[in-house]
DNA sequence: TCCCCGCGTGATACCGGTATCAGGTCGCGT
DNA sequence: ACGCGACCTGATACCGGTATCACGCGGGGA
């Protein structure tokens, strides 16, 4: 319990403690701080000081001090997402476990938020940071840029940036996407829809447009992309622009696209869904119509949760190892941070996809 | 674009930016921290100064200073329940707005974990904390205590602390428990598994020890075990012990015992889960015993989701607040630091009961 | 003409730690 | 008995900002 100091205004500090136990300031300080030598008797007493006074070490003195602040930062798109609650999990466990603190900023899926959340992480002087950036282009990596040039170790994680050759962390998105396709086209599906697309207000005509619309937008949307057109072309099914959703990315977005394309002439047997709450949109346009999955509707997702599995059917779902993603992308950035020099490579993890029973061949038309 | 600054170690400092700009240090400072007056051409060669160099203050230093932060701390169980993530959203959103910056700290319901967190933040000077805290008895609240007698103000999310009178924004979990059950007496059932329980290693037998165990775990858990009560009391129904879960809160243990309670010669026709993972769990032992809901089960849960709305059947569910209970705290927190007085009382939000389709009478027997 | 005042600016003492270095004490060898 | 070195300890200069204060300069009033 802190004893009264006499009217001290904040917390105590070490010259305070130095004063109780009656040493010098660089005594106590050596004591609290763990370093140099201290005669045990001496120790003692300091020790006993700073157990009266409740004594705790300004981490800001001592960052500035040293230069180093043995804290991370991360900056992901949505908290809220579990895909990066898990990745942030992942971080956080071996952080901790090598003595660093993390602090975690979400953007919401805005870039200006993304350069704000940059700026306080690099006022705050964390020895290094890991982000899921939603840059891409050459004129959006500007704040990124600035942080390495200063010198702080990055590392991106799930969402790659081309204009960069920074370490990056990510799993195989463009044949994870082929795998699910594979997996529709396989049972029959030759109509399938691919439900989040790039934000554009329109839809491009042609194949060519819409990957250069997507990779404009977000890696991890460019390579889904292509991991789709990868398993049509590969079964000579030719590719319909009317089967992949743009605009927004919202749940209600989604459900009204996948309406749309289940009243096609040449209505959608199946879809692919790039992220979770484009499952549940796509079910919930699946309902309005009457249509049950997988019997009139095939179904296959991101990001496997648990609810997944008791659904009715239970889905089949590409799950991505979240933990391990943020444990690698935090170690590489560890690495880089205690002195190893970063090498710009991709670091590849490996998705799996779990089948259930939201995919069977399509009825007789 | 930063200039080679003759081989300067780290970013640019205020110092560097008056050599620069050909000033005295004082006058860059009053420049970039914007207080005191500077002549408009001083001020201009400053800037453009500090432009050149790329200068960002060092917000370390600044707090050193000036012995505020502008930064909030938030400690929540799981960041990756949604639950929390929509509080925290909350949070950041109001406080963003009011200029502060948020630092979320998640101890994975772990009390250890939440005493490093607090000191995390203590140390790191933030001006301020809310916490969602696991601790409830005497002998758990001093880590909270001591930030408290420091002069930290702290205010309390989702979870009251009995042994601490301080602004705890929370919802009615009684009232949202009660007004549950109640419409599952209503559709005419009588045994009803409450799910998500104390963490006791085995039930106590009678109601007594159960509540006193329940609320030595969790504020939240206490209380909604308190609104199940409430509502067999006024229905006059027996209190049976074998309908209450006890033992860890996963996923799994919640399939078990609901298994258990599906098996037991009166079996229950209706569960009450007061968590989002023991929802899951629940429909996991339902799936597994080949039972259907609502058919054979009733079922009604914690925390409202999408993917609830698009099950099979679409759940009830309990809505809860999650960004007003985060904005709220912010609030009042904001509040506090800005130099009102706490009042130590608990802001009670209003949750939703979301009737959908998972209730509907019991078969007869 | 002199003085006083106000204004703009820079010098400097903080904040609370770390790290270097000087100086005092003691033991040991010769 | 003296000298030297090892060993502890405390004084002090940083880190990069903020805030106070002193000073130089110019203008206006007496």
Redesign the pocket.
């Known amino acids: 319990m802190p004893a009264d100091r006499g009217r001290a205004?904040?917390?105590?500090?070490?010259?305070e403690?130095?004063a109780e136990a009656?040493?010098?300031?660089?005594?106590?300080?050596?004591t609290?701080?763990?370093?140099?030598?201290?005669?045990p008797?001496?120790?003692e007493r300091v020790l006993a000081a700073a157990e009266k006074l409740g004594?705790?070490?300004?981490a800001?003195?001592?960052s500035?001090?040293?230069?180093v602040s043995h804290t991370l930062g991360v900056i992901v798109a949505d908290i809220g997402n579990p895909f990066f609650a898990g990745v942030v999990r992942g971080i956080c466990d071996t952080s901790r476990a090598r003595g660093f603190d993390t602090i975690v900023l979400s953007t919401y899926e805005d870039l200006d938020e993304e350069v704000a959340a940059t700026n306080v992480l690099i006022d705050k002087r964390v020895d290094g940071f890991i982000v899921a950036s939603a840059a891409i282009g050459k004129g959006e990596v500007a704040h990124i840029k600035a942080a390495v040039e200063r010198g702080i170790p990055v590392v991106l994680v799930d969402r790659a940036v081309a204009a960069l050759d920074l370490d990056a962390v990510v799993i195989d998105n463009r044949d994870a996407a082929r795998e699910a396709v594979e997996a529709l086209i396989a049972a029959g599906h030759r109509r399938i829809g691919f439900v989040w697309g790039p934000p554009a207000p329109e839809a491009p005509a042609t194949r060519r447009g819409l990957l250069a619309e997507a990779s404009r937008n977000l890696w991890t949307d460019g390579e889904r992309l292509r991991g789709y057109l990868d398993a049509l072309d590969d079964a000579r099914i030719p590719f319909d622009p009317e089967l992949v959703m743009v605009g927004p990315k919202t749940e209600e977005r989604a459900t009204e696209e996948v309406t749309r394309m289940l009243a096609l002439p040449d209505r959608i047997t199946a879809v692919f869904c790039t992220e979770t709450d484009a499952v549940t949109g796509a079910l919930r346009a699946l309902r309005t119509a009457g249509l049950a999955c997988p019997r009139d509707v095939a179904l296959i997702g991101f990001d496997d949760s648990s609810w997944a599995a008791v659904m009715e059917p239970p889905l089949t779902m590409i799950e991505q190892p979240v933990h391990e993603l943020g444990a690698k992308a935090a170690q590489v950035l560890l690495d880089t941070i205690g002195g190893a020099e970063p090498r710009g490579e991709m670091h590849t993890l490996r998705s799996r996809l779990i089948v259930r029973s939201s995919v069977t061949p399509p009825m007789a038309p």
């Open positions: 205004a904040g917390p105590p500090t070490i010259s403690v130095a009656g040493v010098g300031r660089a005594t106590a300080a050596r609290l701080g763990g370093y140099g030598y201290v005669s008797e001496l120790r004594y705790r070490a300004n800001l003195a001592r500035m001090s040293t230069g």
